[in-house]
Nanobody, 123 residues
Framework: QVQLVEAGGGLVQAGGSLRLSCAASGRTNNRYTVGWFRQAPRKEREFVSA????????TYADSVKGRFTISRDNARITFYLQMNSLKPEDTAVYYC????????????????WGQGTQVTVSS
C-alpha cells in the first residue's frame, strides 16, 4: 500500500504560479510511476503529467506542456508539479496517483490516489 498526500493548492491570479507537492508513504520502496490528474466541476478527470520511478521519463498533457513541470526529489518519495502561467481553465481539484512501473495517462491504470488539492485560478 502507498499513501499519497497532496499539498500546495490555493487561489492564484491568471498568469501566476503554484507548486503542488505529493508526499508518499508506506511501501515506497516499490518502483512506482507517479502521475497528476485534475478534475474540474462537471468534467471528467483528466491526465496532467506523469514521471517514471527514475525520473528519466516524463509526459505531459498537451494543455499544460511548456507551463507545468513534474519532478521528484532525490529520495523519490515526494513529487512536485510546478505550474506556471496559470489560466482560469486550469481550475480544478488536482490529484496525485501512483501505479506500477510504466508511464500511463489513464486514470484506471493507477492504483493509489491522494485526497486532492484545490487549485483556483481567477481571471
Amino acid at each position: 500500500q502507498v499513501q499519497l498526500v497532496e499539498a500546495g493548492g490555493g487561489l492564484v491570479q491568471a498568469g501566476g504560479s503554484l507548486r503542488l507537492s505529493c508526499a508518499a508513504s508506506g511501501r515506497t520502496n516499490n518502483r512506482y510511476t507517479v502521475g497528476w490528474f485534475r478534475q474540474a466541476p462537471r468534467k471528467e478527470r483528466e491526465f496532467v503529467s506523469a514521471i517514471s520511478w527514475t525520473g528519466g521519463a516524463k509526459t505531459y498533457a498537451d494543455s499544460v506542456k511548456g507551463r507545468f513541470t513534474i519532478s521528484r526529489d532525490n529520495a523519490r518519495i515526494t513529487f512536485y508539479l510546478q505550474m506556471n502561467s496559470l489560466k482560469p481553465e486550469d481550475t480544478a481539484v488536482y490529484y496525485c496517483a501512483a501505479k506500477d512501473a510504466g508511464l500511463g495517462t489513464k486514470d484506471y491504470e493507477y492504483n493509489y490516489w491522494g485526497q486532492g488539492t484545490q487549485v483556483t485560478v481567477s481571471s
